[in-house]
């Protein structure tokens, strides 16, 4: 607990389990912090040393611990009990991998000196989670257990970040030991190429086409500021990834994200910062089109093994990207104007927001899924934390919604994993208390974490959940359609999850006429209670999509 806390964490995620109660007794101070609190467990769990958050499946745990990694920049702490414990995080450590969320997972194990005898959750865990995390071992020894889980944070929280594994025997966690206070340190940075980052300023003073994009680990780096006063100096037509939305408001003449498709065919330069070049950026492959000279590449990455390897790239830099961003700034000096060039990518982006009206207003019947969003928009403040959790339903999320900060924007990530939202939801009430939390959910992402309501009800965590709920699974539906002419697998049934909200101890409505989403959201905005407004929508209407996917 003491090395979580010198790393800035103060949130236990977790589901009971008897491999790990010394961690718990800690987490609320022992028997004499109980009892300092009158005898209040309830009470403990929330003022002791370190908050206690218990939920229905350890994957959640996992989610809402990378979530505390994404919202606070600081490595989030899961803690599950042995065997099935372990076994049912992968995903959600996986999940941590591909996003670089500074994480810790530590784990129950059965007692070391029992081992090989069939004990109960027997099973070597670290191998299992091997490849998706940084490292992955078994504390062995209670005397320097401090140093060495203080050593776990450090790494998961030191670019590139990502997810850490620690299992723990039952007799090393349950023994007495000494160790050295926990430093809270991070890794220090390897120094970049400092002529590199001068070639990529060297390379936007000439480009007429440029184009910028910014992901998530320029969030993760802290170095959104920097960023957005670059971008913003030089007048450079930008495109946000991950969590890297918000780093330029919704509004902000540079943001270009609505005209991505006219920006990369025809961009001449497009430099990538703190986001991987995988299938959501092509590959890394810009422009090229109909003849055309496909754009030059430049890769800016927080750690040198983020480079792209696959990609022809014109110009790299590895590092602190506030230092990177830095130096280009202070060597930039404009060869070629590219005014123009941001001038009439932000007419297209203009364009294509206006002729977004009709569908975010249209009274179709069935719902179109558009018109959430049409009732939604007006009512996000500043400051609301939205979620995505889904397929179809959600790419229109990704589409119409623009945060206005940075941080309150959190999304499954490349790897693409359902069943996050209950979990990032969670945390997120945790972690922004005053601020008000929109998750957003396909009917199909529903099934997989619905039952944590319970988790938000038992801990007094107000979010508002709404369901695009088509009855299908329409990221699938449509594409086998299209490549077979039919469609199997793919229906579910237009279930009342409102019901299933309220059976646990929530609220929530359905809603079947578009005239009447936008009060059923002001009802649950108000609620104060963990609220579902499950909104009926046409299964025909699907997100449009130049490719099946295949």
Not at 456 to 467: A, E, K, S
Not at 495 to 521: F, K, M, S
């Amino acid at each position: 607990m003491a090395a979580a806390t010198a790393h800035g964490q103060q949130v236990m995620w977790t589901l009971s389990g008897a491999h790990v109660f010394p961690l718990y007794d800690a987490a609320v101070g022992g028997k004499e912090g109980v009892e300092a609190l009158g005898g209040d467990t309830r009470r403990a769990e929330r003022e002791g040393p370190m908050r206690l958050v218990d939920v229905r499946n350890e994957a959640t745990a996992v989610f809402a611990a990378e979530a505390s990694g994404k919202l606070t920049r600081n490595p989030g702490l899961a803690v599950v009990t042995a065997g099935p414990g372990v076994t049912n995080t992968v995903s959600g450590v996986a999940s941590a991998y591909f996003n670089g969320s500074p994480l810790v997972v530590m784990g129950g194990r059965a007692p070391s000196n029992r081992w090989g005898t069939g004990a109960l959750q027997e099973l070597d865990h670290p191998p299992i989670l091997q490849s998706i995390t940084k490292d992955s071992f078994t504390l062995t020894d209670p005397n320097g257990a401090a140093t060495r889980i203080d050593e776990a944070f450090s790494l998961a929280g030191s670019p590139h970040r990502g997810p850490v594994f620690v299992d723990v025997p039952l007799d090393v966690v349950f023994a007495p030991g000494e160790s050295a206070a926990p430093i809270g340190a991070r890794a220090a940075r390897e120094p970049f190429d400092e002529e590199a980052a001068r070639d990529v300023a060297e390379r936007l003073s000439r480009a007429q086409r440029p184009v910028v994009v910014l992901g998530g680990d320029v969030w993760f780096d802290a170095a959104e500021t920097t960023a957005r006063e670059l971008v913003t100096e030089l007048g450079l037509p930008t495109i946000t990834n991950g969590m890297g939305r918000g780093i330029l408001p919704k509004g902000h003449p540079c943001l270009v994200t609505r005209a991505r498709s006219k920006a990369f065919n025809n961009a001449d330069l497009v430099v990538v910062i703190g986001s991987p070049l995988d299938f959501r950026l092509g590959y890394g492959l810009f422009g090229g089109k109909d003849g055309a000279v496909p754009a030059d590449v430049v890769h800016i990455a927080d750690a040198r093994p983020q480079l792209a390897a696959h990609a022809d790239l014109a110009g790299s830099v590895a590092g602190d990207l506030n230092a990177i961003l830095t130096v280009i700034a202070n060597h930039y000096s404009e060869v070629s104007s590219h005014s123009a060039w941001l001038a009439d990518l932000q007419r297209t982006a203009q364009a294509a927001v206006a002729a977004d009206q009709e569908l975010l207003h249209s009274d179709a019947d069935p719902i179109h899924p558009a018109r959430i969003y049409g009732e939604l928009l007006p009512r996000l403040t500043d400051d609301t934390v939205v979620i995505g959790d889904g397929g179809d339903f959600v790419s229109f999320a990704g589409r119409f919604i623009e945060p206005m900060r940075p941080g309150n924007w959190l999304d499954p990530g490349p790897y693409g994993c359902l069943g996050t939202g209950l979990g990032y939801a969670a945390s997120a009430r945790v972690h922004r208390p005053d601020s008000p939390v929109v998750l957003l959910m396909g009917d199909g992402a529903a099934g997989f974490s619905l039952m944590d309501v319970d988790t938000l009800v038992r801990h007094d965590l107000p979010v508002v959940m709404v369901v695009g709920n088509n009855a299908t699974w329409g990221l699938e539906k449509h594409p086998m359609q299209f490549l077979y002419g039919y469609d199997v697998v793919a229906d579910l049934r237009p279930t009342r999850y409102d019901e299933v909200v309220t059976a646990l101890g929530g609220a929530g409505e359905t809603v079947t006429q578009p005239g009447d989403i936008g009060a059923a959201l002001d009802r649950a905005l108000a609620s104060g209670v963990p609220y579902l407004v499950n909104v009926m929508t046409d299964p025909a209407a699907a997100y449009p999509r130049s490719t099946t996917g295949i």
